[in-house]
């Protein structure tokens, strides 16, 4: 929840309502590990705007939210005015790569605990290669070892990353909605083709390329703002 109210400012006459996911943020308990799924944390959205009296709303999220995003509008395109996603991780199935370095993540976590785990974790080869590619990158992930809970949720770093939001993309060309996709270059998690493939795929959709966090924080978080907000204020 943090991480979309620390990136976006609504403009007068927009709401922006976040929620932490199961075994995210600070929900408490993590509940049963087979409602950690991208399916569950829509079904939770669905609860949320059902209990705020939310008929639509335009629905978006970052990575992971991105895909609960997608997964909502697909299968509650009546309460869907519009979709954002920003530097989204998935297409239509678990990316290999990233089910690699989660699952080694949550091995560490489970056999040494979070500060022994971050202290092996970099020094392993997937930390280095990130780091190599993306420092922004790399402290991501090294921060899944900081969160205050990050043995108590491990749950989801061996869970989400073996999910997918659709198994079929050709759902994606029925979405009738305005879309936004953003997404950037040297990103090892959330791949800029991921993005570009997605508004090419949806139709309609438009697609902003950002600057990386690795190049400027500042500047990311700059256009970040300006597009998505251009985007709300022009179609709602």
Known sequence: MTQSFGLFRPPGGIRLIGFDCRAHGRTHPVGPSEKVSLASFADDLLALMDHLQVEKAVVGGISMGAAVALNFALRHPQRV????????????????????????????????????????F??????????????????????????PRAQETVVRLEKIPLDAPGAD????????VPTLVMANDDDVIHPLEYGVTLAREIPGAEFKELTPKAVSVDLHQEETQRFLEAFLLRHF
């Open 122 to 147: 970099k020094q392993s080869e997937i930390y280095q290669r990130a780091l190599a590619r993306s420092t922004a990158s790399a402290a991501s992930l090294a921060s899944q070892f900081m969160h």
């Open 169 to 176: 993309r050709r759902q994606w060309r029925a979405l009738a």
């Open 81 to 120: 005015l519009g979709l954002v996603l920003h530097r989204p991780a998935w297409l239509d199935a678990p990316r290999r790569d990233n089910v690699v370095v989660f699952t080694a993540m949550a091995d560490l976590l489970r056999e040494h605990g979070a500060e022994r785990g971050l202290e092996l």
